[in-house]
RNA sequence: GCCGGGGUGGCGAAAUGGCAGACGCGAGGGACUUAAAAUCCCUUUGGAGUUACCUCCAGUGCGGGUUCGAAUCCCGCCCCCGGCACCA
């Protein structure tokens, strides 16, 4: 009762019946180990000699005012259990954290709090940076990064002028996405249905120049390297699709007055039954053909449709498409037959030419255009088994006309090719074309090229400067970095003018060519940029000549895991691929993938939704540890489901690890007050065996629900009957308990005379195969695949020795009796089944 | 509409071709206690029959199929969640 051991541990504390639960005190052993950990620099590994590198990463938050909130935690947990477990299994785990501080979301939060960036965003790390230690995630806090930091944005900056010198930064004119809120441009990837990825403002289109990185030049690589990445197969998937490569052919209409108009098309056998065409309304040959009858039409609709926001445009209803004929017409390359030119705000510009070929009997926006405006419909495509010999004559019936394009389809009404297979007359009718010029096959990606302007003030300057007889120059590198500085109204202008622009200060600059005066750029950087090399710098945080140090870089990259979240998948992950695959190319890298593996983990759910700021249905994760611990709260969140499908949080259940956690410390503490050793009870250690194969395997594979669950199995095995563990069979226990509740596994392994810190000294346990072998098995035994009986067999009986076993069971008899055994599966010690067929039947 | 992930007790879940519901929450009962909390023990898919014990039937969103055997594999649906969306 009052033995020195337990008065050490609970303290005899009031504070025992904590949160009206009974508890040993969790506030003084986790910050007595955090203390330890910081004092000892535990978790830092020697970046220069490690001789079993383990890099960990996890996606770095960006810094919001309201905190850390549980659903950050629930992805770093998830990760720390991974590096803690490498780290117990004889690895040099290296597992930084930092900043993603820069950014819109960043710049809006202080619009609405009205306090400036430079204020808020390192009160907010500071925050962040406590809530952190709290949760005792193993970050080793001498390499860290904030993307804010002029010694980092520097290297952000140098990054932009390898690409601007390898030409793969490019200013160009192009059509935008504007928020009108945010007073900025957006990737295409934050337009979400139309709406600022932000704040949900309608986006618009502009005209901007922007500077652009042409990613567009990597999608082949971007695309095959998935082949050979370890990565959740749902994050790959995401990737492909966004890439969005699609097979097809360029075919080209002629026309008079212009050149050949191309379209591209992923169905070129369908070319017969292209009975019209459609350009989208910006397209340049619209001002080349439209016929003076028309231009007044012509160009009302395109004032109109270019007015219209991104999620007007695309909500319109399906069914009512609008457009206007120019009045010219192209010639179909393979009917030789006239076709109509529209145009239609259906097409987009910037995907493909701009400008398609319509085949309104086998596409449904097609055929609704063609139903609008009474145009021509020619099925060319039917079902094999159709029949051919009757084509449909006559008036075309629009409902009947459009078909699935299905397998097993043949051609009609398409002159030479009609009764091919579509398929195989796809690449001959491209063939045949492409003798005449008028068509080749080709390939187009969804894919966009980058757009990095951002015409706001919370990032870090493009470091060109504009010389009105240089051009654009770039910012030397010893001039880096180009200083964001502080400018009180941060505001951004409605007129797509930068904050930048208002500081005469800063942009007014002298050429560094030619001394002349000069303009330096005025707009910053996108946050993806950031982000898309802080994993690079990490082991390198602490170097200022440079942005990464050579010998480092090789020993720690590329990443040996890296968990995130899935909303990442198309975004940074892409972007970050893209850079590294850059820099590869230039010669500053060794690996041209920057993840060797990437697991995505599941959303935390709360009442029926996600986890978000945006829903409001936010936990802040330091209540829960207060009232009961951080090592509590760990096992919580890891133990509510799957951890790369998520789970629902409620709160009611976290009782349960809190209980699991306060009987293993009693458990360690009655068996270190018994002083047993040895491993009395066979079957107590083929748990222990047994538990350790389960554990070590769930924790490779990122299951740690089932692997928490197998550890509290373990632990009421070892309890059962009010049994008193040994000292050799918790050792392994607390081992185990290591990545899920640090701080108490570190007290118990102190306690058990272990050198601290268990994770220097401690070595995952192994199992043993022989130990898991019982002499006796309980087979079942089905009948015609029922479960009738469970038998008890020596291991390894024969299937006689099982059948006869089986035999004299009441149970067993009761259904095999008055019938035939026709034949029996044996599934040697796990399973026999007597299939049988009543004979009076 | 398209892509991805799901649907199993009152709840979170486990089992990936071989004993469905491990582990935990909640609930009910009991022990301890003056009492409560905490702790410990038992019960907990539904139905039926026998009530020492146990037996039978049904059951993993719905309908089919493959198999000696299906939550698991195949086909066709329905519903929920997340993402994308006029992508030619």
Not at 352 to 372: C, K, L, N, S
Not at 559 to 569: D, F, K, L, T
Not at 718 to 744: C, N, S, W, Y
């Amino acid at each position: 009762m009052s033995s020195p051991v337990r008065e050490r541990i609970m303290g005899r504390s009031p504070d025992r019946h904590r949160a009206g639960v009974w508890m040993y005190d969790a506030t003084t052993i986790e910050s007595k180990w955090q203390d330890y950990w910081d004092r000892n620099r535990t978790n830092q590994p020697d970046l220069d000699a490690a001789e079993s590198p383990f890099y960990n990463l996890m996606m770095f938050p960006y810094p919001s005012a309201e905190g850390l909130h549980v659903g950050n935690m629930y992805a770093f947990t998830g990760a720390d259990f991974h590096g803690r477990f490498q780290r117990l299994r004889g690895n040099d785990v290296f597992q930084p954290i930092g900043f993603d501080a820069f950014g819109i979301h960043s710049e809006n939060h202080a619009l609405k709090l009205n306090v400036h960036p430079m204020k808020l965003i390192p009160s907010n790390i500071a925050n962040f940076t406590r809530q952190l230690k709290s949760t005792g995630i193993m970050y080793d806090w001498s390499h860290t990064v904030d993307t804010t930091d002029p010694e980092y944005y520097r290297w952000t900056q140098w990054i932009f002028l390898k690409l601007y010198e390898a030409g793969l930064a490019v200013k160009k004119e192009a059509p935008v996405n504007w928020c009108p809120s945010c007073k900025t441009v957006l990737a295409n990837e934050q337009v979400i249905a139309g709406e600022c990825e932000r704040c949900g403002t309608l986006v618009t289109q502009r005209m901007l120049s922007q500077w652009f990185f042409r990613i567009t030049e990597y999608t082949d690589r971007l695309l095959a390297n998935l082949d050979t990445i370890d990565w959740s197969e749902t994050t790959l998937t995401a990737q492909r699709n966004w890439i969005g490569r699609s097979e097809g052919a360029a075919l080209r209409f002629p026309v008079e007055g212009a050149d050949p108009i191309e379209v591209f098309t992923t169905r070129p056998d369908t070319v017969f039954g292209a009975t019209f065409m459609v350009l989208a309304p910006e397209h340049p040959v619209v001002d080349l053909v439209t016929v003076p009858d028309q231009r007044d039409a012509v160009e009302r609709y395109r004032r109109e449709s270019a007015a219209l926001d991104l999620k007007e445009r695309q909500k319109t209803d399906a069914r009512t498409k609008s457009g206007v004929f120019t009045g010219a017409y192209a010639t179909n390359p393979a009917t030789g037959e006239p076709v109509p030119i529209w145009i239609a705000d259906y097409v987009l510009m910037d995907y493909g030419t701009g400008a398609i070929m319509a085949v309104p009997a086998h596409d449904q926006r097609d055929f609704e255009f063609a139903g609008e405006h009474d145009l021509p419909v020619v099925p060319v495509v039917i079902p094999a088994d159709a029949d051919v010999s009757a084509p449909p004559a006559g008036e075309p019936d629009l409902a009947a006309a459009y078909t699935e394009h299905t397998e097993n389809e043949v051609l009609i009404n398409s002159g030479d090719f009609s009764g091919a297979p579509a398929t195989e007359a796809a690449g001959r009718i491209v063939d045949w074309l492409a003798q005449r010029e008028l068509a080749e096959a080709t390939v187009t990606y969804r894919l966009h090229d980058w757009c990095i302007s951002r015409q706001r003030y919370w990032g870090p300057p493009i470091p060109i400067i504009y010389c009105d007889d240089c051009g654009p120059v770039p910012v030397p590198e010893d001039q880096l970095p180009v200083v964001l500085p502080y400018v009180e109204d941060f505001k951004p202008g409605d007129d797509g003018v930068a904050p930048l622009a208002k500081d005469r200060s800063f942009y007014q600059v002298d050429c560094p060519t030619c001394g002349g005066s000069a303009r330096r750029e005025t707009d910053v950087s996108d946050t993806f940029l950031d982000s898309s090399w802080y994993f690079l710098r990490y082991p390198s945080a602490d170097l200022s000549d440079g942005p990464i140090d050579a010998e480092r870089t090789e020993r720690w990259l590329p990443v040996n895991a890296y968990i995130g979240g899935e909303e990442h998948a198309v975004l940074h992950l892409l972007y970050s691929r893209f850079i590294t695959m850059v820099l590869h190319d230039l010669g500053h890298l060794g690996f041209e993938e920057p993840y060797r593996r990437f697991r995505k983990h599941g959303l935390l759910i709360r009442n029926g939704s996600k986890m978000s700021k945006s829903r409001g249905n936010v936990v802040n994760p330091d209540d829960y540890i207060e009232r009961f611990g951080a090592d509590t709260f760990r096992t919580y969140l890891m133990f509510l489901g799957p951890y790369e499908e998520g789970g629902d949080f409620r709160d009611e259940a976290i009782l349960g690890p809190h209980r699991f956690l306060s009987r293993a410390v009693d458990a360690v503490e009655t068996a270190v007050e018994a002083g047993s050793e040895g491993f009395p009870d066979p079957a107590v250690e083929r748990a222990l065996h047994q538990a350790i194969r389960q554990v070590t395997d769930d924790f490779a594979r990122l299951s740690f629900n089932t692997a928490i669950a197998a550890l509290m199995e373990l632990l009421n095995e070892l309890r059962g009957g009010g049994r008193v563990p040994t000292l050799d069979e918790v050792r392994p226990f607390v081992v185990m308990l290591g990545p899920i509740a640090p701080h108490a596994a570190e007290e118990l392994w102190e306690l058990l005379g272990g050198a601290p810190s268990m994770f220097d000294a401690a070595t995952w346990p192994e199992w043993d195969a022989d130990k898991l072998i019982t002499d006796t098995v309980e087979v079942p035994v089905q009948v015609n695949g029922k479960l009738r009986a469970t038998v008890t067999a020596v291991r390894g009986a024969s299937e006689e020795d099982l059948r006869q076993a089986a035999l004299s069971e009441e149970g067993v008899r009761r259904h095999v009796e008055g019938s035939e055994i026709i034949k029996t599966v044996h599934v040697p010690d796990r399973l026999l089944n007597l299939v049988v067929r009543t004979s009076e039947g």
